[in-house]
């Protein structure tokens, strides 16, 4: 389908990975065939009795580290049977920081592969020869990266025209340019005391916007001042 998206995600943990990918949005997306995802068990492409996927760094320490074997097969499985991917992610904490821009680029894509590290990380070949971007969801370690490649994916998705029943609703989400959400309320307009603004029930269209660029560059500047030096002039030149 035109403007589909595949993302196929290379797992030691695909129990952890599908069930998630069957709820809300994502399970909307697929059903509307605007996205097509995958999820591919890394035991499946291991050889040998016991498919072994990890074994210890060279050089010693502890942990365990991915071998390169079953991912290098594992990609190469997915690109010959659809085609090569436009990007391989890598999730990994020193990875670049998953932004909106970012995720808007990714969803512009065609089809990506997704790599979850697990244990100490995966063989530096494996990222040396096949990766082209490393992805981490924030300055944190987890046990592994199949959390964050969900992150990703529910990023990536909910921008692909037609995973959303309000087509508009992404393009004024937080971060999209560069500032935070304003506040949102909805039904009743008063509840134990505390009112919806006023303005917001006014029917003054131009007077709800100029509100809420008023409350995102108050809130950006109270908590996320580092996203103003591109965005206030701008902003304020606007209002």
Known sequence: MPGAI???????????????LQHSILKRAQEAEVATLHVHDLRGYATGKHRQIDDRPYGGGGGMVLKPEPLFRAVEAIEEDVGAADDIIYLTPDGDRLDQPMANGFSMQDHLILIAGHYKG??????????SREVSIGDVVLSGGELPALMLVDAIVRLVP???????????????????GAPVYTRPAEFRGREVPSVLRSGDHRAIARWRDEKRL???RDRRPDLLPDTTDSLEASS
């Open 6 to 20: 595949r993302i196929d995600i290379v797992t030691a943990l695909p129990a952890l990975v599908e069930e998630p």
């Open 122 to 131: 995966i063989d530096q070949r494996v990222r040396d020869a096949l990766v």
């Open 162 to 180: 037609g995973a959303l029943g309000d087509s508009a609703s992404a393009l004024t989400d937080a971060f999209q340019d560069g500032l935070l």
């Open 218 to 220: 108050e809130k950006t």
